[in-house]
């Protein structure tokens, strides 16, 4: 069973920045991907960030230039750093971990933008 909590988020003005952590009950590097997704009230869950076992990391066209997905592996930790944020980024954060072929999920963190 794979737990994941997150934390960080928070009411942060427009142009601000935020630290999302995401803390994993095993080793990290044992998940085939690791990914923060956002869902904003009335919209599916999108992905905006992710990155897989070997460092490779992707994201979405939003988030590209302005948000970070980095690890730590000594504290079974993945983050996201977040600049210069958008009334647009609003929204539930979650932590996505892919553990053999099972898809697990934090309960997700509010992150409000206000303009």
């Known amino acids: 069973q794979v737990q994941l909590v997150e934390s960080g988020g928070g009411l942060v003005q427009a142009g601000g920045s935020l630290r999302l952590s995401c803390a994993a009950s095993?080793?990290?590097?044992?998940?085939?991907?690791m990914a923060w997704y956002r869902q904003a009230p009335g919209k599916q869950r999108d992905l905006v960030a992710i990155?897989?076992?070997?460092?490779?990391?992707n994201y979405a066209d939003s988030a590209k230039g302005r948000f970070t997905i980095s690890r730590d592996s000594a504290k079974n930790t993945v983050y996201l750093q977040m600049n210069s944020l958008k009334p647009e980024d609003t929204a539930v954060y979650y932590c996505?971990?892919?553990?053999?072929?099972?898809?697990?999920w934090g309960q997700g963190t509010q992150v409000t933008v206000s303009s």
């Open positions: 996505n971990a892919l553990y053999f072929g099972v898809e697990n």
């Open positions: 990155v897989t076992s070997g460092g490779n990391s």
């Open positions: 095993r080793n990290i590097f044992s998940f085939n991907t």
